[in-house]
């Protein structure tokens, strides 16, 4: 079956770790975002790629970084920059339609929780 | 800066009892505008994409709906199966393809 996998689905970071959340596609999708939940909140979006090898800071990149070496996959680190982790992490891929990225598919979320 | 606007935050229907959901958009040009549903702890599921005002798009009992400013989801007889957070995005002509949120209308379907 086609779809994203995010693992793992809970995560429990201690203070001044950095963790690494994944994500898989096998859709063939060009592009891939990562968002983050929380409460209250729209989904907010955190880095993007349009290619391997090339991503793009979202609204609110700071304390996190990202790699794209296969298309396949992008990872999420979330490092010890970043002073409130706590969040539903969501990883969404879309397909390239003409010129055009379409909707994008959701992977079943990363819950990260700081102790 | 696109916006997008969800109203109500929160809806309790009796199983059956038709309503609408409201989702108000400011954007410098429309590309898309995308109806999710999100169950809790789970990733958003997509429902619909429309693209330009006056399309209508149809699923089980849900109809999605555009204007130049809003859209709107009609629930039609709806079971407690549909009860979940219904999200609205919007995706801008220029820029760097990403959708920007709503914060949803939660759905609760009363047996």
Same mark, same amino acid.
């Given at each position: 079956?086609?779809?994203?996998?995010?693992?793992?689905?809970?995560?429990?970071?201690?203070?001044?770790?950095?963790?690494? @959340?994944?994500?898989?596609?096998?859709?063939?999708?060009?592009?891939?975002?990562?968002?983050?939940?929380?409460?209250?909140?729209?989904?907010?979006?955190?880095?993007?790629?349009?290619?391997?090898?090339?991503?793009?800071?979202?609204?609110?990149?700071?304390?996190? !970084?990202?790699?794209?070496?296969?298309?396949?996959?992008?990872?999420?680190?979330?490092?010890?920059?970043?002073?409130?982790?706590?969040?539903?992490?969501?990883?969404? !891929?879309?397909? @390239?339609?003409?010129?055009?990225?379409?909707?994008?598919?959701?992977?079943?979320?990363?819950?990260?929780?700081?102790? | 800066?696109?916006?997008?606007?969800?109203?109500?935050?929160?809806?309790?229907?009796?199983? /059956?009892?038709?309503?609408?959901?409201?989702?108000?958009?400011?954007?410098?040009?429309?590309?898309?505008?995308?109806?999710?549903?999100?169950?809790?702890? +789970?990733?958003?599921?997509?429902?619909?994409?429309?693209?330009?005002? /006056?399309?209508?798009?149809?699923?089980?009992?849900? +109809?999605?709906?555009?204007?130049?400013?809003?859209?709107?989801?009609?629930?039609?007889?709806?079971?407690?199966?549909?009860?979940?957070?219904?999200?609205?995005?919007?995706?801008?002509?220029? /820029?760097?393809?990403?959708?920007?949120?709503?914060?949803?209308?939660?759905?609760?379907?009363?047996?």
């Amino acid at each position: 079956d086609g779809g994203i996998t995010q693992s793992p689905k809970y995560l429990f970071r201690k203070e001044g770790q950095n963790v690494t @959340l994944s994500c898989e596609q096998n859709l063939n999708h060009d592009a891939m975002y990562w968002y983050r939940q929380d409460p209250g909140q729209g989904l907010r979006l955190i880095y993007y790629s349009q290619i391997v090898n090339d991503f793009q800071k979202g609204d609110i990149a700071e304390g996190y !970084s990202v790699s794209r070496e296969k298309k396949e996959s992008f990872p999420l680190t979330v490092t010890s920059a970043q002073k409130n982790p706590t969040a539903f992490y969501l990883c969404a !891929s879309s397909p @390239l339609d003409g010129t055009a990225y379409t909707e994008a598919f959701f992977g079943q979320g990363t819950r990260l929780t700081v102790v | 800066e696109d916006q997008v606007t969800q109203s109500p935050e929160a809806l309790r229907l009796q199983e /059956g009892e038709s309503s609408s959901l409201n989702c108000s958009y400011t954007v410098s040009g429309l590309r898309g505008l995308f109806w999710y549903r999100q169950d809790p702890g +789970k990733g958003p599921e997509f429902l619909f994409t429309l693209y330009s005002a /006056g399309e209508e798009k149809e699923k089980e009992r849900l +109809k999605a709906t555009l204007t130049k400013k809003e859209s709107f989801l009609h629930i039609t007889a709806p079971k407690p199966e549909d009860s979940a957070t219904y999200l609205c995005a919007v995706q801008a002509n220029f /820029g760097n393809e990403k959708l920007t949120f709503g914060t949803g209308t939660r759905l609760t379907i009363i047996p």
